[in-house]
Every structure is written in structure tokens, then in C-alpha cells.
């Protein structure tokens, strides 16, 4: 058996780990096995290239990975679960960042006007949607890490500026494939990035984990265009694999927040916020707050709690209380599970990790559409840093931004308790009806104080 065949052969094993990996990732009870699987192809894969014939400046390529290395594992292993949004999208970013060098030192270092106009055109397409996926991903890191404002940033004209940028690149891709040239490629470099950067600054906080999903696709296909610049099928499949399930992916998330994907994208959804932030609404209706002693009671008391998670959780890294309160509710007779939105948090998956990284046993996570049909027999509705994705506005108002949306209906448990910090709204800037309804108990304050506080609670009812 010749090298090429043994290389192909392993090429052919790591994207079968690809897919099993994809597979394994479907499942917070498998993900982390499909994230071994799919390290392990990688690996192989990466091992495999070193062997292909021709390669030079191995050194270098060593020195690269060593310092990759170097930078990515305490990057990695040090993140707070609160910035695990940010460090997917600089993470994605780079890979988008890398496929457009591969294309632009495959341009400069080969004779364009020698191959086939298809051959240019795959190139050409790696530095758009790579410079996008990298300058995008940029500035969704700036927005999750609040350097600036997570809200939509938008401006007079933006849309017709959109189709101007847009058309300007069109004409210099054209205008490449003719001329061959280098001048006018760094000249679309730089638009891409441009492209990049407005893409993204429409797009409000509420959206983001269907942005970082899009963006993720983008960097896939970015990479297959890579993959055939350097005739390298391993590539191919993997960016294939990575651009079609980040694209069905966003697609999911675009259903389940009700909304289209252009209208998430060109929307600048959560622009306007109408909520006052007050505790007492235009009609006079109050809020009813609680303590944590009461609710401890009712609690210990319950036949069903249902706990539904949302940012406000991550931010608080509150996820090992809430296990513990579970833990201890379950110890005490009460059926306990959580109920998990689609789009809960700042990217797709968000509470599923979070949760994960607490140990919460897999069969408690239930997403919306199996959670849902059990919340009229619940108990208490436990609502942990969640906002829009309870609003029954989703549900009953047509005029409401997020009409629509498919939400968790807590509103149909018998109680109703809201841990929050303050009467601030959620990424929509709506209020939450549910806040006012008769049957919800507030518990103001930090969400792993409070749950705290409940833990000792049930355990002294």
C-alpha cells in the first residue's frame, strides 16, 4: 500500500469521526464523547498531513501549532462559563481569519491567469466569506464581552450602504477573474472585512446565538473553499460538514424564535426598549415580591418543580446551587426537572453546557417542546435569570416584537417564582406580563445568593 493510500485511508477515518462527532454533539448525553471522537480524527488527520508528499517548512508549521497550543489551552481551560459565548465566536472568527490566508497566499503564490476561472473563483470566495466570518465574529466577541453596547447599532441609510458594499464586492470579484489582479484582491480583503463588521452591527443581544451559529456556518464553508485551493478533501468535508449543520442549525434557532432568518439578521430586533423598569405597570398593577423563606416552604411542598434557566443563571454562575436545590428537592419527593429554550442565553446550546458542567443528570434537561406540555401539571415554575423566552406576549399580543416566538409556558404552572435582579426586561427591552400575574412570586437579588438561601429553606420545611 502506497503513502497517498495510507493518507487517504487515515483522511477518510477522521472525517467518519466528523460525523460521529456531529452525531454525539446532538445530545448533552453524548457531546462530550463526540467531542472526543472528533479531537481524535483531528489529531489523526493532522498526523496524516505531516506524511504528504511535497510538504515543506515543517519546522514552521510546528512552531505555529506549538504557539496555537500555547495561547488555546489556558484560553480554553480558564474561561468562566459566562464568557463561553465570546470564546466560540474569537474561536470560530480565527478559523475564518485562517481560511482566508490560505486563499489569499494560494492567489499570490500561483500564476491565476495558468488555471481554470473556477479554480480563481474558489479562492476568491475563501477570502469573502472568511474576511465576513472573521470581522463578524470580531465584532460579536465586542458585543458579548459589553465593549460595547449589546443593542442593535444602527444608522440612516445602513441598508442601502449594505447593497453598496455588496455591490462593490461583486464587481471586484469579476474584476479579479478578468485581470488576475493582486492589487484589487487586497482592495476586496478589505471590504469583506467592512462587510464583516456592518453585517453584524444591526444585530442585537436576543440574536446572538443565532449570529454565532451563522457565523459558524460561514467559517465552514470558508474552510470547503480552502479545502479545494489545496485539493485537500479532508478540508472539504469538514468545512462541508461544519457549513450544512451550522446553517440547519440556525435555521432551528430561527424557528424557534419564531422569526425568519432575515428578519433576525435585518430586523435590529431589540433596538427600542418600552419597558419601564419599574414594579408597578401603567394600569397600577404591582408586582408581589417574596422571601426566601417562603418560597423555600412552598417548594418543599410541591409535587413538580420545574426550573427554567436563562442567562441571568450564567451570569451568576449559579448552575451548582440550582443542582443542589434540584438535589435536594428530589431527596425530598418532589419531581424535579428543567426546562430548556432553544435561544436561553448567548449561544446555541448555552444552558445545555452550563448545566452539564454542574452534572445535572441528563434526563432532567428537557427542551421546550417536551417541557411545555408538563408545565400545566407543575407545582412552580422556578424561573432562574430567564426573561423573554417566559413572556407570555410571545403568546397573546400581536403587536409585541416577540409575537410569535415559541416560549416556555411557564404561565401555566400553578406558581410562578422569578429570581432576578431587578425589574430590568430582557434583550426585547419588553415588559414580561408574567411578572404582574397574581400567581408570581419575585425574589430580588443575585441568583446564586437566593438559591442558596432556598437550599437552606427546603431543608428547614
Known amino acids: 500500500m502506497s503513502r497517498g493510500t495510507v493518507i487517504d485511508l487515515c483522511y477518510l477515518i477522521a472525517a467518519i469521526t466528523f460525523i460521529l462527532a456531529l452525531k454525539g454533539l446532538s445530545s448533552p448525553k453524548h457531546a462530550r464523547r463526540g467531542t472526543l471522537v472528533g479531537a481524535a480524527g483531528m489529531a489523526l488527520a493532522i498526523g496524516a498531513t505531516f506524511f504528504r508528499p511535497g510538504l515543506s517548512h515543517i519546522w514552521l508549521i510546528v512552531i505555529a501549532m506549538v504557539i496555537g497550543v500555547v495561547i488555546a489551552?489556558?484560553?480554553?481551560?480558564?474561561?468562566?462559563?459566562?464568557?463561553?459565548?465570546?470564546?466560540?465566536?474569537?474561536?470560530?472568527?480565527?478559523?475564518?481569519?485562517?481560511a482566508a490566508l490560505v486563499s489569499i497566499t494560494e492567489f499570490i503564490g500561483t500564476d491565476t491567469k495558468q488555471v481554470a476561472t473556477y479554480k480563481v473563483?474558489?479562492?476568491?470566495?475563501?477570502?469573502?466569506?472568511?474576511?465576513?466570518?472573521?470581522a463578524g465574529s470580531a465584532i460579536a466577541f465586542i458585543k458579548l464581552q459589553?465593549?460595547?453596547?449589546?443593542?442593535?447599532?444602527?444608522?440612516?441609510?445602513?441598508?442601502?450602504?449594505?447593497?453598496?458594499?455588496?455591490?462593490?464586492?461583486?464587481?471586484?470579484?469579476?474584476?479579479?477573474?478578468?485581470?488576475?489582479?493582486?492589487?484589487?484582491?487586497?482592495?476586496?480583503?478589505?471590504?469583506?472585512?467592512?462587510?464583516?463588521?456592518i453585517f453584524v452591527l444591526p444585530i442585537g443581544g436576543a440574536d446572538v446565538p443565532v449570529l454565532i451559529s451563522l457565523l459558524n456556518s460561514f467559517t465552514g464553508v470558508a474552510v470547503a473553499a480552502s479545502g479545494f485551493t489545496l485539493n485537500n478533501n479532508l478540508l472539504i468535508v469538514a468545512g462541508t460538514l461544519v457549513g450544512a449543520s451550522g446553517m440547519l442549525l440556525t435555521r432551528m434557532m430561527s424557528s424557534a424564535m419564531g422569526r425568519s432568518l432575515p428578519n433576525i439578521l435585518f430586523s435590529a430586533f431589540g433596538s427600542v426598549v418600552t419597558a419601564s423598569g419599574a414594579t408597578e405597570d401603567a394600569t397600577g398593577r404591582s408586582v408581589r415580591s417574596g422571601t426566601a423563606d417562603d418560597i423555600g416552604v412552598l417548594l418543599a411542598y410541591s409535587r413538580k418543580v420545574v426550573i427554567i434557566p436563562g442567562y441571568g443563571l450564567a451570569v451568576a454562575q449559579a448552575q451548582h446551587v440550582a443542582k443542589e436545590?434540584?438535589?435536594?428537592?428530589?431527596?425530598?419527593?418532589v419531581e424535579v426537572f428543567y426546562a430548556i429554550h432553544p435561544v436561553a442565553g448567548r449561544m446555541p446550546g448555552h444552558m445545555n453546557v452550563l448545566l452539564a458542567e454542574a452534572n445535572v443528570p441528563y434526563e432532567q434537561l428537557k427542551e421546550m417542546d417536551e417541557a411545555n406540555p408538563e408545565l400545566a401539571t407543575?407545582?412552580?415554575?422556578?424561573?432562574?435569570?430567564?426573561?423573554?423566552?417566559?413572556?407570555?406576549?410571545?403568546?397573546?399580543?400581536?403587536?409585541?416584537?416577540?409575537?410569535?416566538?415559541?416560549?416556555?409556558?411557564?404561565?401555566?404552572?400553578?406558581?410562578?417564582?422569578?429570581?432576578?435582579?431587578?425589574?430590568?426586561?430582557?434583550?426585547?427591552?419588553?415588559?414580561?406580563?408574567?411578572?404582574?400575574?397574581p400567581k408570581t412570586t419575585l425574589l430580588f437579588g443575585d441568583a446564586k445568593d437566593t438559591l442558596t438561601k432556598l437550599v437552606a429553606a427546603v431543608n428547614a420545611a
Open 146 to 197: 459589553e465593549l460595547i453596547t449589546g443593542r442593535p447599532i444602527t444608522y440612516p441609510g445602513q441598508q442601502v450602504i449594505n447593497g453598496i458594499v455588496g455591490v462593490i464586492i461583486v464587481a471586484l470579484v469579476f474584476a479579479i477573474l478578468v485581470t488576475s489582479s493582486t492589487a484589487l484582491l487586497w482592495v476586496l480583503l478589505g471590504f469583506s472585512l467592512v462587510l464583516g463588521v
Open 378 to 437: 407543575a407545582d412552580v415554575a422556578l424561573v432562574v435569570g430567564a426573561n423573554d423566552t417566559v413572556n407570555p406576549a410571545a403568546r397573546n399580543s400581536p403587536g409585541s416584537p416577540i409575537y410569535g416566538m415559541p416560549i416556555i409556558n411557564a404561565d401555566q404552572a400553578t406558581n410562578v417564582v422569578f429570581l432576578k435582579r431587578s425589574m430590568r426586561p430582557g434583550f426585547a427591552g419588553i415588559d414580561n406580563e408574567l411578572l404582574y400575574d
Open 121 to 134: 473563483l474558489e479562492v476568491l470566495l475563501g477570502v469573502l466569506i472568511g474576511s465576513v466570518s472573521f
Open 325 to 333: 436545590l434540584a438535589d435536594t428537592l428530589t431527596a425530598k419527593g
Open 73 to 98: 489551552v489556558p484560553v480554553a481551560r480558564l474561561v468562566k462559563m459566562t464568557a463561553m459565548p465570546q470564546l466560540v465566536a474569537i474561536f470560530n472568527g480565527v478559523g475564518g481569519g485562517a
